[in-house]
């Protein structure tokens, strides 16, 4: 069943359920109001009959002409003595004459129903002093009640289906009137469906309520899946294309050895070198790019107590043995406990360090220090990663963290750098939470300076 069917279904029901009970409780209470103003009225009119007569008179008979003008409408008026025999009846309506007689000490109302019909009533004791010396009884046909309580009930059954009727008409126009965002959406969703095209759902001026704020999150998902999606057609496009360079030497070289290889010696020998390095670098490339690739996803983030004095002397101590450089650690105090994640920072260590042993010659100095980021007022490490060598000129400083951007392509060759260790570090300290930024003079040298929030 559609929405719309059933918000139309509902708030009639619900409609249907609050007229039954308002219908129910004025129909009752319009009875009971009624019927107990006709039995007051009909005492008081028993007790001014009783105040204008004589007891004795009336009780033998004599004031008939009295209770003629007393009777009601459809009535009558019967005198009874003190052992309750009837004395006199007055009645314009035989069909109250089989009502039965009783014997009364007080006055008492009552409403019996005869047939179709209700019957009021009321039985007054007749005293003379001190004595009781008969009763009165006075009964009258209830019907302009019936006829009003029966005008009441068509009142409100056509009021009711009146009301029931225009909740249909209303509800339907009213869902459709609310829904039609809906349908707008459903339409496009259907679109990209069909066109694998990222479109957006036309947002209408002013429209501030939730569906308005639905269809704004949704252009706001598709804008980020439009960006995600371009972003991996380049990624694809840029891998690609870096990975062109190597396999087209190697091709070369490949070539050259099944022209040249097995009769000259040296040729051969050249050729089989310059495979073997490109086909270190493709692999190297490669673990890059993967790399790369898990670092765009958002990853689950192991927080642990980290000593990270420790943690970037061993990395400098490594580094520094199997390439042959001085990196000194330099630490503002002697342990230095983050909890951060241990794997964001050491791969962020090898990048960094291993950059700045790609890029210069003298030494260089890890420098890791506690601080508080006077922006978010986040308390963590900075760790800074200072060498001495060539520099980035200042108009490139932004764009290093691009993938596969590199400042002098050609001179990268033979550094073996593949413009991913930045945007891979980028990336990492991002979803740290942390910050990255560059310092750097050509030819003076450059300090890269990471700041990781304890999480
Ligand atoms: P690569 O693998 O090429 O080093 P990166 O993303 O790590 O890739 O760096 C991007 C570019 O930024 C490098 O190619 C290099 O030109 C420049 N760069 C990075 N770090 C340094 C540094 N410490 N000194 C000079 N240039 C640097």
Not at 7 to 13: A, E, F, R, S
Not at 103 to 109: D, R
Not at 271 to 294: G, N, W
Not at 339 to 367: G, R
Request: one cysteine or more; aromatic letters at 6%; hydrophobic letters at 40%.
């Amino acid at each position: 069943m559609s929405i719309q069917k059933k918000i139309v279904l509902l708030t009639t029901l619900w409609l249907i359920g609050i007229l039954l009970a308002v219908n129910v409780t004025v129909y009752f209470a319009f009875l009971r109001i009624t019927t107990q103003n006709e039995k007051d009225l009909f005492m008081n009119r028993v007790h001014t009959l009783l105040e204008k007569a004589d007891p004795a008179d009336l009780i033998s008979g004599k004031s008939t002409e009295l209770l003629q003008s007393y009777l009601p409408d459809q009535g009558m008026i019967r005198l009874l003595d003190k052992e309750g025999k009837v004395v006199q009846t007055v009645q314009n309506d035989s069909d109250l004459l089989p009502l039965k007689t009783e014997t009364i000490k007080h006055s008492e109302t009552e409403v019996y129903y005869r047939g179709e019909s209700a019957v009021l009533l009321v039985r007054v004791p007749i005293h003379s002093g001190s004595d009781t010396i008969g009763s009165i009884e006075m009964a009258e046909k209830l019907d302009p009640l019936e006829d009003n309580i029966r005008i009441l009930i068509s009142i409100l059954a056509l009021s009711s289906l009146g009301a029931i009727g225009l909740s249909l008409i209303g509800g339907v126009y009213l869902s459709r009137w609310i829904l039609r965002p809906i349908s707008g959406m459903v339409r496009t969703m259907e679109q990209i469906e069909k066109s694998l095209a990222f479109h957006r759902i036309p947002l209408s001026e002013g429209s501030k309520d939730e569906l308005g704020a639905l269809a704004a999150t949704f252009n706001r998902m598709i804008d980020r899946l439009e960006g995600n999606f371009v972003r991996q057609q380049q990624f694809v496009s840029d891998a690609s294309h870096e990975l062109k360079t190597p396999l087209t030497i190697i091709e070369g070289y490949a070539n050259m050895l099944r022209r040249w290889g097995l009769k000259d010696e040296a040729k051969g020998k050249e050729a089989v070198e310059s495979i073997h390095s490109e086909a270190v670098r493709m692999k190297q490339m490669t673990q890059q790019l993967l790399d790369l690739a898990s670092s765009e996803q958002e990853r689950f983030l192991k927080v642990e107590n980290v000593e990270l004095v420790t943690v970037c002397e061993q990395t400098a101590r490594l580094l520094s043995k199997t390439h042959r450089r001085e990196i000194e650690v330099i630490s503002s105090s002697e342990e230095i406990t983050a909890e951060v994640d241990a794997s964001t920072v050491n791969q962020l260590l090898l990048i960094l360090l291993d950059n700045a042993i790609k890029y210069s010659k003298d030494k260089i100095e890890l420098n890791v220090s506690e601080k508080t980021d006077p922006v978010s007022g986040k308390h963590g490490v900075e760790i800074r990663v200072k060498d001495y060598g060539i520099g980035i000129p200042q108009e490139e400083l932004s764009r290093v963290f691009e993938r596969f951007y590199r400042v002098d392509s050609s001179r990268h060759r033979k550094t073996g750098g593949t413009g991913l260790g930045l945007a891979i570090a980028k990336n990492m300290i991002r979803h740290h939470g942390g910050t990255i930024d560059l310092a750097s003079e050509v030819n003076a040298g450059t300090e890269v300076i990471v700041f990781i929030p304890s999480l």
